[in-house]
């Protein structure tokens, strides 16, 4: 599959915490391109209130 890097103005991005397995992660996707999603442990993502 080729990976086509530009913008989309139809994409639909979504993030969510995965509290289901035995260390929650963070899961941030583009659910309108199959497989285009990453994760990371929950106590590793970035906490957004202090970016600001």
Same mark, same amino acid.
């Given at each position: 599959?080729? $990976?086509? +890097?530009? +913008? $989309?103005?139809? !994409?639909?991005?979504?993030? !969510?915490? =995965?509290?289901?397995?035995?260390? +929650?992660?963070?899961? /941030?996707? =583009? /659910?309108?391109?199959?497989?285009? &999603?990453? !994760?990371? $442990?929950?106590? =590793? ?5 202090? &970016?600001?």
């Amino acid at each position: 599959m080729t $990976r086509d +890097p530009t +913008p $989309r103005d139809d !994409s639909q991005v979504m993030a !969510s915490v =995965d509290e289901s397995a035995s260390r +929650p992660s963070l899961v /941030i996707a =583009d /659910i309108s391109t199959e497989e285009a &999603w990453l !994760s990371v $442990r929950q106590s =590793d993502a970035a906490v957004l209130e202090e &970016w600001c």
